[in-house]
């Protein structure tokens, strides 16, 4: 199973979006999904139409005390289950220090799941905390959403300089340019040339477009709601990128 993260030191950029709509392309590509959504907002939950809340107490189940499978909820869509949030999960870094066996905590709790699943998507909250920490051992990719803006850059410098990678794990980390407006010039040119602080970005990117915001109101990907869209698109070219970059088979 490979395990891909949504994250970012900042919050709107797009992580959730993302994350629905990539395990959705992948759900279409015949694997099966699972996403865990981290983030105590709950979005990934609300789209995909599911129940938020925990059965059982959420520090027992990251501390591995409690099957967290127990906890898996099916989607509407065969193949694509959902693993909720819960407004508990507001106190994450902190549950994640106090209960964390080492930084590849996150990694072992993740592992049962290989068993059923092919992609593992986490939806995480934004911030520099302990989960970007254990990120680094338990994702094969960390997915950075990056508006084209010298702030963005900013963030992602600071997120690399607090992880202090080494090299391979540097790799890890992949920005994709979201929300973009071609109609900014400093957009149009950072699609042609990123800055050199980033990298190298992934080279599919997700325009700005009003149909992102309909999935809130649908409760559904936008590969149900609009299938031909140049979102939906979009993101059917970044899931296609990323499932060569991983060799991900059914």
Request: positive net charge.
């Amino acid at each position: 199973m490979k395990v891909v993260a949504l994250h970012n030191l900042k919050g709107g950029v797009g992580k959730t979006s993302a994350a629905v709509n990539l395990a959705r392309e992948a759900q279409r590509d015949g694997l099966p999904v699972l996403l865990w959504d981290l983030d105590a907002q709950g979005a990934s939950t609300w789209v995909l139409g599911g129940k938020g809340g925990l059965g059982k107490k959420v520090s027992k189940l990251l501390a591995g005390k409690s099957p967290l499978g127990e906890q898996v909820q099916h989607t509407h869509w065969e193949r694509f289950d959902l693993l909720p949030s819960d407004i508990r999960l507001r106190d994450l870094d902190r549950l994640l220090e106090e209960k964390a066996s080492g930084d590849k905590h996150l990694k072992r709790l993740i592992e049962p799941f290989s068993e059923e699943y092919a992609l593992m998507i986490l939806d995480c909250p934004p911030g520099l905390s302990t989960l970007a920490d254990q990120l680094i051992r338990a994702a094969d990719r960390i997915l950075v959403p990056t508006i084209p803006s010298p702030l963005s850059v900013q963030a992602f410098t600071r997120m690399v300089e607090h992880l202090d990678l080494k090299k391979r794990q540097r790799e890890r980390l992949a920005p994709f340019f979201n929300l973009v407006d071609r109609r900014r010039k400093l957009h149009r040119e950072w699609l042609a040339s990123a800055p050199a602080a980033l990298g190298t970005p992934m080279q599919s990117w997700i325009p700005y477009a009003s149909d992102v915001e309909r999935m809130s109101l649908a409760c559904q990907p936008l590969a149900d709601i609009v299938p031909r869209s140049r979102a939906t698109l979009a993101y059917r070219a970044l899931w296609r990128e990323l499932k060569n970059d991983l060799e991900l088979t059914r």
